[in-house]
């Protein structure tokens, strides 16, 4: 697997080794210890999520301040431009944004730990989005950060307003919005 750091470094892009021919392909798409040594720390994942969305769907920007989340994403068919923004007020880099193009043909991940809100936009026509938790879904205690906050200036690579869920709408900004410590 080939890891390549981000200009946040705890946010980490993960490349399986993809074995192709004229039948197809196989690669190894999850091995729990070849992932800690990756990330450099053990991780124990409790949820595997999948969306199907259409193009221009946006969701998030997600995070929950109890049962914090740490999760591993990639997707199976499309494409998304994903995103991750640092809410840990503590960080050098918090208020800061990593984007990257996931998608069923470059087969990438991406790590999102623990302490930041993540969202992606559907570029393809449709995209299946998977994605591995360390935590559970506590729907209480989530939180939406706005995304389109001109503070965070995410620059989405959509050229009209994206299809939102009611409450991607309501997010918050980030100067309003409860962070990490």
């Not at 798409?29 to 946006?58: C, M, P, R, Y």
């Amino acid at each position: 697997m080939k890891v390549t750091s981000t200009n946040i470094p705890d946010i980490l892009i993960l490349e399986p080794k993809v074995f192709g021919d004229n039948r197809g392909f196989f690669f190894e798409s999850f091995n729990q210890q070849a992932f800690n040594i990756a990330i450099g720390q053990e991780i124990l994942f409790v949820q595997d999520n999948h969306s199907h969305s259409a193009k221009g769907v946006l969701r998030g920007l997600h995070y929950q301040i109890q049962h914090p989340q740490g999760k591993l994403v990639r997707v199976t068919q499309g494409k998304i431009y994903d995103v991750a923004v640092d809410l840990r007020k503590s960080s050098t880099t918090f208020g800061q944004w990593v984007g990257t193009e996931l998608s069923d043909e470059n087969h990438r991940q991406v790590w999102v730990p623990a302490g930041f809100a993540h969202g992606f936009v559907v570029l393809s026509e449709s995209a299946d989005v998977l994605y591995k938790t360390t935590d559970y879904y506590a729907p209480k205690h989530e939180h939406c950060l706005a995304w389109n906050d001109n503070i965070i200036d995410i620059r989405w690579p959509i050229s009209s307003d994206p299809i939102l869920s009611e409450k991607d709408r309501q997010g918050e900004l980030l100067e309003n919005t409860e962070y990490f410590l």
